[in-house]
T-cell receptor, first 111, second 113 residues
Framework: KQEVTQIPAALSVPEGENLVLNCSFTDSAIYNLQWFRQDPGKGLTSLLLIQSSQREQTSGRLNASLDKSSGRSTLYIAASQPGDSATYLC??????????FGKGTRLSVIA | GAVVSQHPSWVICKSGTSVKIECRSL??????MFWYRQFPKQSLMLMAT?????????EQGVEKDKFLINHASLTLSTLTVTSAHPEDSSFYIC?????????FGPGTRLLVL
């Protein structure tokens, strides 16, 4: 059974810092991995999707990497801003089964 | 991409009443929809998989008689929380299976008094 772990559970950084969020999964037989953002009391916003054949994806200040063989992914946020404060969720997709989510990392960027 | 809508976005009800949440696929027809529940500061937990034309498949520990799921058409799935209790208060999110991923509704916040 696929399990997804995210470290750290919470992170607080001053504005402007670069930061890395970590995600690991137990079964490397995945189709893709996705990073989501969730604001308090809100739904999910898809940030980046990495196919199993890809190593990384970039969108603006966000860069996600994938090392499928080791079961790891990182989300790099450059020059963090207070508006980046949210919970970031990692999820893996293995085909016919539903997305499996990690517990998320709660990020606070302090102005 | 596909757009999934949910209604209502929030609901407050008295203990013992039933609440129906609707999930609609607006862009393409979804044969499979997923229902998730999220408690405060927790991740999304899959409750059930809803298939059009057949009975829903529930995850272990989810009472099928309490959380009634109906997939009436290729664009509509409903979740009814029957005889709701305060411990059912949560954030419920539906999701539609796409070709390479899933598309999520905006969620419904349920508060049972």
């Amino acid at each position: 059974k696929q399990e997804v772990t995210q470290i750290p559970a919470a992170l607080s950084v001053p504005e402007g810092e670069n930061l890395v969020l970590n995600c690991s999964f137990t079964d490397s037989a995945i189709y893709n991995l996705q990073w989501f953002r969730q604001d308090p009391g809100k739904g999910l916003t898809s940030l980046l999707l990495i196919q199993s054949s890809q190593r990384e994806q970039t969108s603006g200040r966000l860069n996600a990497s994938l090392d499928k063989s080791s079961g790891r992914s990182t989300l790099y946020i450059a020059a963090s801003q207070p508006g980046d404060s949210a919970t970031y969720l990692c999820a893996v997709y293995s085909g016919n089964t539903p997305l499996v989510f990690g517990k998320g990392t709660r990020l606070s960027v302090i102005a | 991409g596909a757009v999934v809508s949910q209604h209502p976005s929030w609901v407050i009800c008295k203990s013992g009443t039933s609440v129906k949440i609707e999930c609609r696929s607006l862009d393409f027809q979804a044969t499979t929809m997923f229902w998730y529940r999220q408690f405060p500061k927790q991740s999304l937990m899959l409750m059930a998989t809803s298939n059009e034309g057949s009975k829903a498949t529930y995850e272990q520990g989810v009472e099928k008689d309490k959380f009634l799921i109906n997939h009436a058409s290729l664009t509509l799935s409903t979740l009814t929380v029957t005889s709701a209790h305060p411990e059912d208060s949560s954030f419920y999110i539906c999701s539609e299976r796409g070709r390479e991923t899933q598309y999520f509704g905006p969620g419904t916040r349920l508060l049972v008094l």
